[in-house]
């Protein structure tokens, strides 16, 4: 029998190991000793994962330049305990609602280094951010331009971005494209012309720079000269916030850039095509969230019709994106790690045929009662986590050096009433 650990690839969690029998250790705790304690489906998140990615962020632009701003997209993964620990590292914070700036702030935020986005902001979340004065509100069209120009006192100025839709389509699902031509999000080229001129004219505006955000999960940089040099015709600005979008790799075949050739890339990018001396400021969700995360869940049936149907005790209530947008994952039985068994469609419990986590995964030989651990579920799992079918949203546990805890509760049957009135 081995006596030495392990190593697993690089979609799961760093520190993430196997020891000597097989069994997974996430944060250096034992992933079915971690089902036990917690129940499952659970979300596991390697807390030391999510603190390492922040340094690279912050290193990778520390090293390029002594002007920038790394802005956490608190939509991928919206957990204060999350929120809290990115703060303490010193990122900023992207919020697009008013819910998630009540988080951020609540995390513990500076609002001054809060920033919020929307394409349908009410006034009320308008209000909120001033209220609050956070630093930019990147402003979306318009209607918006003109409400928070109402909004603000006499007398005082608020800074912000605009929101430029480039017209640039990078390769990913058309459901997290967000810059082409006909998408909902910005200023088109055109009206972009007309939103500078009214903000420059404002007394109370100060218009600091363009935003884009061409999509999520890339991964080809390529995308990003071209919405570049749409946005940079449109004038000469202090800052230029190039969104986010930075792909990971969701099973062990696929690679993606690193986050330090990702931010080479964009510094280098705004000093060749706008000039030297601006601020970048960049708001990755996911490449800093993915991988930090595992959700852990136990097998109910395991059933032999034209395929394998190995059914466990979540689905699209906890992870909905292989249902929104064909994602992709991989799967291991805990302490049967070698695939090569059985292929199988590993199923959720929910009322859809469409709630299927994996389609023609490795299991070796799967059993009621396995433990099976799905990597890579840190960005837009939790956050798009509902109570289909009454299921009670699984709880967030952080692992590090071996110690657990939960820092987000499951949910209860009680919860799922709590909201109810007296008729
Ligand atoms: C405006 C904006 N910024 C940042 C992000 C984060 O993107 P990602 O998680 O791909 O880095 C998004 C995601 O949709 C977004 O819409």
Redesign the pocket.
Known sequence: MATTQTPVSHVWPLGTVLDPEGVLQLGGCDARELAREFGTPAYVVAEDDLRTRARRFLAAFAERTDDFEVHF?S??FPATAVLRLFAEEGLAC?V?SGGELHLALNAGFDPAKVHL?GNAKSEAELQMALDARIGDIVVDNLDELEALQRLIPVGRRQRILLRIAPGVSPDTHHH?S?GGPNTKFGFNPADAQVAIARAQASDKLDLDGLHF?IG??ILDLEPFRAALEVVAALGDFHTYNM????GVAYTHEQSAPAIDDYVSRKVDLLREIVGPGKRIAD?????LVAHSTVTLYTVQSVKHNVATWVAVDGGMSDNLRPMLYDARYEAMVVGRPNAGGTVAHLAGKHCESSDVLIHDVDLPDPRPGDVIAVPVTG?YGHAMANNYNGQPRPPIVFVSNGNARAVVRRETYEDLTRRDLDA
Do not use: V
């Open positions: 997209a939509k991928s992207d697009a986005h997290i967000t955000h999520s999960q969104g986010g979008g930075l708001e990755p969700g996911r490449a960005a």
